[in-house]
Nanobody, 127 residues
């Protein structure tokens, strides 16, 4: 089992930046894939980005490519999501998630393939 603790988030104007952090504790193998999902009111949860700690591979949703960057500090078991050029449509609750490999399959298949979840942190972008 993996426990995930998130920090960051908040409110920002369009064009601004925020950084989310998520620290994992517990099973290392079960947190090989760590990533971020988001869910806006009335919408389904969608993948934002995922990091594969063994391959160093990153995956991004098309909507955030070029604006968001996921990175990982393995020594701290922490994954970061740097969000730049934020848009009002980025407003959502952001959730950290973790799963064992293979990360490519986890990312492809979506949130149902991630077994551990954080409590969520709100990101609000005003126009």
């Amino acid at each position: 089992q993996v426990q995930l603790e998130e920090s960051g988030g908040g409110s920002v104007q369009a064009g601004g930046s925020l950084r989310l952090s998520c620290t994992a504790s517990g099973s290392t193998s079960n947190s090989a894939c760590m990533g971020w999902f988001r869910q806006a009111p009335g919408k389904e949860r969608e993948g934002v980005a995922t990091f594969d700690r063994f391959l160093g591979t990153t995956y991004y949703a098309d909507s955030v490519k070029g604006r968001f960057t996921i990175s990982r500090d393995n020594a701290k078991s922490t994954v970061y999501l740097q969000m730049n050029s934020l848009k009002p449509e980025d407003t959502a609750m952001y959730y950290c998630a973790a799963a064992p490999p293979p990360c490519s399959v986890r990312w492809r298949d979506g949130s149902s393939r991630f077994s551990s979840w954080g409590q969520g942190t709100q990101v609000t972008v005003s126009s």
